[in-house]
């Protein structure tokens, strides 16, 4: 007996393509049941679920191995806008709010000014 194929394909999980484990084909070659042992056909049997067991562990440790790549990555991500770019935007977005404020501030001086020299144009001319 051995393992002839193992047919698997890939499922999608958080957006990482995934092994997952469709079937397992053995090869057994054949006996005779009255020269071989009363065990025996049992022994294959559970063989087969032990290698199943194996091929099942192997796909696990890949899917950890897989998806565990995939937290670091979307750990660096977080950890990239939280810590840098964030406070970046945000430092920026005050520089315009400061730099809006101050434009503000000069365009209602401004209107002040020309106000009060037409105040005092008008007081000239009376």
Same mark, same amino acid.
């Given at each position: 007996?051995?393992?002839?194929?193992?047919?698997?394909?890939?499922? $999608?999980?958080? !957006?990482? !393509?995934?092994?997952? %484990?469709?079937?397992?084909? =053995?090869?057994? $070659?054949?006996?005779?049941?009255?020269?071989?042992?009363?065990?025996?056909?049992? !022994?294959?049997?559970?063989?087969? @679920?032990?290698? #199943?067991?194996?091929?099942?562990?192997?796909?696990?440790? #890949?899917?950890?191995?897989?998806?565990? =790549?995939?937290?670091?990555?979307?750990? #660096?991500?977080?950890? %990239?806008?939280?810590?840098? *770019?964030?406070? !970046? =935007?945000?430092?920026?977005?005050?520089?315009?709010?400061?730099?809006?404020?101050? @434009?503000?501030? %000069?365009?209602?001086?401004?209107?002040?000014?020309?106000?009060?020299?037409? #105040? *005092?144009?008008? @007081?000239? @001319?009376?």
């Amino acid at each position: 007996m051995g393992v002839e194929d193992v047919k698997m394909s890939v499922k $999608k999980v958080a !957006g990482v !393509g995934i092994p997952v %484990l469709d079937e397992v084909v =053995y090869s057994t $070659k054949p006996f005779s049941l009255f020269n071989s042992p009363k065990w025996f056909a049992d !022994g294959l049997t559970l063989l087969k @679920e032990l290698a #199943q067991v194996g091929i099942e562990k192997e796909f696990s440790a #890949q899917k950890l191995l897989l998806l565990e =790549y995939a937290r670091k990555k979307t750990t #660096q991500k977080v950890n %990239l806008f939280e810590k840098v *770019q964030i406070p !970046g =935007y945000e430092d920026a977005i005050r520089m315009i709010k400061r730099f809006m404020e101050d @434009e503000e501030n %000069l365009s209602k001086s401004s209107q002040k000014i020309v106000k009060s020299r037409q #105040q *005092q144009m008008k @007081e000239v @001319e009376l």
